[in-house]
């Protein structure tokens, strides 16, 4: 095991330890206070506010120490307040807070673009640019996309999540809660059906990528397609990973075409998958990709990278931003950045999934509620249906998530059908925590069998 506690963990005692119910009354009061100050659309998962957070664990204003399995949504990586993210804050910070990079600009945003065009797959040249948000980065990635090909159209696949403004509410597939309510959505965009293992019926990964391919071509035009966007391992929609075969069928469609291939990582790059990428699995090589997520150890950073030619196609001033890789956030990415080099983060998500798969596994043997184990590296999930069924079962993997809660272990929900209970441990997880939370899972079926 090389899960690398000691640089990561800061002085916070890695242990779950509840000292109040969850929430506990600190957190229920601040809750009050939520309620009565932030609007109702702004939702939260589990009322326990947050004072610190490093290794594998948050503590909450009650004083209870809960682990953490979520990492803020793929986001703390590399631990929450890591030393080195917090050390080239802290820097920075001191040093100056904001230029703008369109108006005086600063070395942290040249770096963080070198070290996107260095780690992304693909060994052409290549540029970058940073935003604040993944859906500002997914906006950007199509703004090139349509420019450089002179063409509308975008293709994206069921289950897709690709952000919460007006352009990505319409490239999200799920109505509740991302778009109810918020239309009319943009025009040109094209949802084609994708691989989805478990539900996929038996065919193969070019099967399925021919069906799509078929869509494409019939419904649209491969001619007119500025953009296919997929998500190499889907997030939101239920941390699916297509069929082998599937994402490289459509990038040789996309080549064949003219069609901008645009990989969006957001939450599944920057080494959480077990490769600094989840597209290298496939070995495919996209033409754009966007992150965002664990990119910056916490701080709100983006960036679209590509080829040279499409990213160089826009005229200056085409791309931007006030915020756009802020000073501070750039350091923060840099530090993330070094962390990962340094300790080899796609080994140790590796080893979180030698350590979690086969527990999973053991789960679904003892409770066939468990209808599918996936994922790769530490973004892994289990799948619940009616036993016997191939039926989603949202309200078993509400009850198994709030045991968890209520265990002060941080367990997260996801999918399509509400179905999907998400695991997203930081890299900085030590061993006996990753133990100990999945024991707690565990007692969660069993309580909840
Ligand atoms: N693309 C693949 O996963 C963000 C959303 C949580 P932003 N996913 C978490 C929520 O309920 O809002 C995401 C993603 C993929 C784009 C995005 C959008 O990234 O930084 O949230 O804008």
């Known amino acids: 095991m090389t899960l690398m506690t000691e640089r990561a963990v800061n002085d916070i005692v890695q242990e779950r330890r509840l000292v109040t119910a969850i929430p506990g009354p600190a957190s229920l009061a601040m ?25 594998g664990i948050l503590v909450d204003a009650d004083g209870n120490s809960l682990i953490d399995l979520g990492s803020g949504i793929a986001v703390t990586t590399v631990g929450n307040a890591n030393p080195d993210v917090v050390a080239g804050v802290q820097a920075q910070v001191e040093a100056f807070t904001h230029t703008c990079f369109m108006v005086t600009p600063y070395a942290g945003y040249v770096e963080v673009c070198e070290a996107l065009n260095r780690l992304t797959p693909g060994d052409h040249e290549k540029r970058s640019a940073l935003f604040n948000s993944g859906a500002e980065a997914v906006e950007n990635a199509v703004k090139v996309a349509r420019l450089a090909t002179g063409r509308a159209a975008v293709v994206v696949f069921e289950h897709g999540y690709h952000g919460r403004t007006n352009l990505t509410m319409g490239l999200t597939a799920k109505n ?41 071509e019939k419904e649209i035009g491969a001619g007119n397609v500025a953009a296919i966007l997929i998500e190499p391992l889907q997030g939101e929609g239920g941390f699916i990973a297509p069929a082998p075969g599937f994402l490289p069928a459509l990038v040789d469609f996309a080549r064949a075409n003219g069609i901008v291939f645009i990989s969006d990582e957001i939450q599944s790059g920057f080494c959480r998958t077990g490769q ?58 840099l530090g993330a950045i070094r962390w990962m080099e340094d300790n080899d983060a796609p080994a140790i998500a590796r080893d979180i999934q030698a350590t979690v798969m086969p527990r999973l596994r ?33 309200a078993r993997t509400s009850a198994v998530s709030a045991h968890c809660h209520a265990a002060g272990v941080v367990t997260l929900t996801t999918g399509t059908y509400g179905n999907v209970l998400r695991f997203l ?25």
């Open 31 to 55: 809750h009050a206070r939520k309620t009565a100050a932030v609007s109702a659309g702004v939702g939260v998962m589990l009322p326990v506010y947050v004072t610190r957070a490093g290794g």
């Open 176 to 216: 509740m809660p991302y778009k109810q309510g918020f239309g009319p959505f943009a025009p040109e965009i094209y949802r084609v059906p994708t691989s989805y293992p478990f539900r996929d019926r038996g065919l193969s990964g070019p099967e399925l990528a021919a069906m799509a391919i078929t869509r494409i």
């Open 276 to 333: 600094w990428f989840a597209s290298e699995h496939e070995g495919i090589v996209p033409d754009l990709i966007t992150t965002a997520k664990g990119i910056a150890g916490g701080m709100p950073l983006a960036g679209v990278t590509g080829r040279a030619e499409l990213m160089d196609a826009v005229h200056a001033g085409g791309l931007g931003g006030t915020y756009g890789g802020n000073p501070v956030a750039c350091a923060g990415a």
């Open 362 to 394: 053991a789960l679904q043997a003892a409770h066939p509620a468990i209808g599918d184990v996936r994922g790769r590296g530490a973004m892994l999930a289990v799948e619940l249906v009616v036993p016997g069924t191939m039926e989603p079962d949202a």
């Open 425 to 449: 441990p930081p890299l900085s997880i030590p061993q006996h925590l990753l133990e100990e939370a999945f024991d707690v899972v565990a007692e969660a079926f069993d309580a909840t069998a």
